[in-house]
Structures are given as structure tokens and as C-alpha cells.
């Protein structure tokens, strides 16, 4: 029997690659692309605390984004409230919530990893809850804001994250998410197979195409928000960092960059259309009551 997937519960699948123990399908009716089998919660959490303790958590990823932070802060303004409440999920070391705080915010932040945790809490004077997503504790319709910056397609269930937020938010208020996009990963993946039997993997970066548990198409974010009544949808590309965080070489940026303003592109020929960015970002209204 094929397993569920996570978001529409179709068992209707196919086979995109495997990697080691497990293999990355997609769902043929919401287009989500997920790891299957699942892994155990605990397990994951695990393997996630590992890799971003052994991530330098020295300003650089956190600065690679700040034209990214600006640009949003400036476009969406300020809400009617004097100091409107603005939570970042998995906020790491807190540098938005810093940004924020500076043009009126009054924000909060969730972060698992304690050692980022304790980076924005000790640096910034952040208020953090340093728990997964899952067990943080805020009062009903209490945000006007919530964000996760590539954050969403990592939590352990996306369905229930989003329930959450919606819970936690104020009838009107704001989600903003940003990630990875699916369609351009599968796209990447798949060209730089067809260059590894042409011999002429080199040509492309090694880890160019990104695909965690949850891998999210315009599709399946628009099929999920809709689906706990979200309304005002807007999915987009989304710039680029402004150099390589991650030292995964300049290439990586330089493609990303080069295949961003492609889809810029496209995007504006398509009347919004199309949306093929190596990141999408996502705005979306809690539907009122």
C-alpha cells in the first residue's frame, strides 16, 4: 500500500529519484514532492539540529539575507496598530526580528537549534521560544505577522504547521513564507543528470538543486493555503541572497542569480502566471471570521 501524501492524502504518486535509503516522489494531485518512506519525527529533528550546529551561525547567513529582510519590510509596511506583533518561525540567530524591532515590531521568534537560540536572545534581546514548531505556546489570534524564511518545506508536518499559524493569527492578518521552488529543483536535477551520463557533470555545480522533506510548487502552496481558508494568494519569485552563505561556491550564486532574473522574466510575460525562481515567496491572508 503507498503511503498518504502529507498534504491531499492522495496515495498517488511518482517515483522522482532515489537517494540512499529512501526516494523522492511527488504527488500527482497536489504536485507536493516528499521524502518517502517519512522518517521519525525525533529522528529528523536529529539529523536538522546536526546540520545547522555544524553551520557557522557567525552573522553570515543571517547578513546574506538582509536585502531580502529590507525589501519586504519595506513593502509591506505597517499595519494600523501602533506596534503590531510579528513572529518569525525558526528565526535563528534573530537578525529579522532585529530589522523588524528597529521600524516599530513588536516581535518573537521560535527556534530548535538552543545554540541560535541564545545567539538572538543574548545579541538582540530577543523574546525566542526555543522548541520545534510544533510545541511552541501562543495565545490565539494574537499575531499580525507571521513569517518563516526558508523555513516551511523543513518542519515535520506542513499541514499541521499551517493549521497552527492559522490559529495563531488574527482574522486578516499576514503569513509570509519563502523556499525553495520545487519546479525549478526538479528542472536543475534533471539537467544535471542528463550532463552526468553526457559525462559533463562538472558543468554544474554539485549541490545546485535543493530538496529537503517537503519540496513545494506554486501548486501544492496555493492547493494548502486554500485549504485552511487562506485567501489573497500571491506566490512569486523570490530574489536571491545577496552572495553564497552556505560556501557552496560563487557558481551556485551566479546560476541562481542568472536563472532569477529569467524568471523574472517570464513571470511578468505570463501576467504572473509562471513562476519558475530557484525561490518562491508566498504572501497570504488569514481569512476573516
Not at 542569480?257 to 519558475?276: H, N, R, V
Request: aromatic content about 14%.
Amino acid at each position: 500500500m503507498k503511503a498518504q501524501c502529507p498534504l491531499c492524502q492522495s496515495s498517488d504518486t511518482s517515483l522522482l529519484f532515489r537517494r540512499g535509503e529512501y526516494a523522492m516522489v511527488r504527488c500527482k494531485r497536489c504536485g507536493l514532492i516528499y521524502r518517502q518512506p517519512r522518517i521519525e519525527k525525533e529522528k529528523y529533528l536529529k539529523e536538522v539540529q546536526k546540520y545547522y550546529s555544524e553551520i557557522d551561525p557567525s552573522f553570515r547567513v543571517a547578513a546574506s539575507r538582509k536585502r531580502l529582510y529590507e525589501r519586504f519590510l519595506s513593502k509591506i509596511g505597517r499595519t494600523k496598530r501602533k506596534q503590531p506583533r510579528l513572529l518569525d518561525v525558526g528565526c535563528g540567530i534573530g537578525y529579522f526580528l532585529f530589522l523588524a524591532r528597529e521600524r516599530g515590531y513588536d516581535v518573537y521568534g521560535s527556534e530548535f537549534i538552543p545554540g541560535l537560540a541564545q545567539i538572538g536572545s543574548k545579541s538582540y534581546g530577543l523574546t525566542i521560544q526555543c522548541a520545534d514548531f510544533d510545541e511552541v505556546n501562543f495565545p490565539e489570534s494574537y499575531f499580525d505577522l507571521i513569517t518563516l524564511w526558508n523555513v516551511f518545506d523543513e518542519l515535520s508536518d506542513p499541514s499541521a504547521s499551517v493549521r497552527k499559524i492559522k490559529k495563531i493569527l488574527k482574522p486578516g492578518a499576514l503569513l509570509f513564507m519563502r523556499m525553495p521552488n520545487a519546479t525549478f529543483h526538479l528542472f536543475v536535477y534533471r539537467i544535471q543528470q542528463l550532463l552526468n551520463k553526457l559525462s559533463l557533470g562538472r558543468l554544474l555545480p554539485f549541490q545546485i538543486s535543493i530538496f529537503h522533506i517537503f519540496s513545494f510548487s506554486k501548486k501544492a502552496l496555493e492547493q494548502e493555503l486554500r485549504r485552511n481558508d487562506f485567501s489573497h494568494i500571491r506566490v512569486k519569485n523570490s530574489w536571491p541572497t545577496s552572495e553564497d552563505p552556505y560556501a557552496l561556491g560563487k557558481r551556485v550564486w551566479i546560476l541562481k542569480t542568472f536563472a532569477f532574473l529569467i524568471a523574472q522574466f517570464l513571470f511578468f510575460l505570463s501576467w504572473g502566471k509562471l513562476t519558475i525562481g530557484p525561490s518562491l515567496e508566498v504572501f497570504a491572508e488569514n481569512e476573516k471570521a
